[in-house]
């Protein structure tokens, strides 16, 4: 405003140790997969610990968009996907953050197709979804380019064996999900192990699902969607450390609660 120009950075004054006690908050990245997990459920959910981030609101209003009831009160939201009634993910949303491409696999799962776009998100370097979508069509899904967006079909989708190139976090649990909806087993070689894909897998897990080997590097999902849940979001690992590297490196006393 004004034609001021913005600067982005952070001012420190240091030399005094740190005091005082905060709460960890629920984790980011196991609350957006969580969220779009939500689109496999066939009764309500209710996900306890989700924190009051903006990519949070934006998954939100992408359940909205396809037709979920969804409501919020600090940090409980529940969600009745029952009234699904779409497959397109808006770019006006999908541009909003990276995760939204985690609507990919459940909407496959749930109603045989997804239209999307690249999705949108922090400037971290090149993070393509190649990995998600070559998994997806060896399950059968048919994914085709129409100018500046993706058109993916998988009305039959089928189990397979799919081995990744790396241990993308992001693919793992978009495949994961989108197994669910597959008529047969699905194994993933090589998947990643970080703790959000366990807890991905014990929030589906909770509704129902047969998920066997979270947290290795080979992952076996058996099909059928799951049931609805109450679950709660893992801390975030990632601010705990923080605080505690910064505790660590200016010396002092504090103390970190709701972070186990």
Not at 29 to 51: D, F, Q, V, W
Not at 226 to 246: F, H, K, Q, S, V
């Amino acid at each position: 405003a004004g034609g001021e120009k913005l600067v982005e950075y952070i001012r420190l004054w240091g030399g005094q140790a740190l005091a005082g006690e905060v709460a960890i908050s629920g984790a980011k990245n196991s609350a957006l997969p969580i969220l779009a997990a939500t689109l496999l459920c066939k009764g309500e959910c209710l996900l306890h610990n989700c924190p009051r981030l903006t990519d949070i609101n934006w998954a939100i209003a992408l359940l909205q968009h396809l037709g979920c009831r969804v409501c919020r009160e600090g940090h409980d939201i529940w969600v009745d996907s029952k009234g699904l009634c779409r497959c397109d993910l808006p770019e006006t949303l999908m541009k909003k953050m990276r995760s939204s491409v985690f609507f990919l696999g459940p909407l496959l799962a749930r109603t045989g197709a997804c239209d999307l776009c690249e999705p949108g998100g922090c400037c971290l370097g090149a993070r393509p979804i190649d990995l998600h979508l070559g998994g997806l069509a060896q399950m059968g899904a048919e994914i085709r380019q129409e100018e500046d967006r993706l058109s993916c079909r998988g009305a039959k989708l089928h189990g397979a064996a799919i081995v990744l190139p790396f241990p993308s976090v992001g693919a793992t649990e978009n495949l994961m999900m989108a197994a669910l909806g597959a008529d047969s087993p699905t194994t993933i070689y090589n998947a990643a192990k970080e703790p959000e894909i366990v807890d991905l897998a014990d929030f589906l897990q909770s509704g129902g699902a047969k998920i066997h080997g979270a947290g290795t590097k080979l992952l076996q999902i058996e099909p059928g969607l799951p049931n609805g849940a109450e679950y709660r979001i893992m801390p975030d690992r990632m601010e705990a450390a923080t605080y505690l590297a910064a505790a660590a490196a200016a010396g002092g006393h504090i103390v970190l609660r709701d972070a186990h």
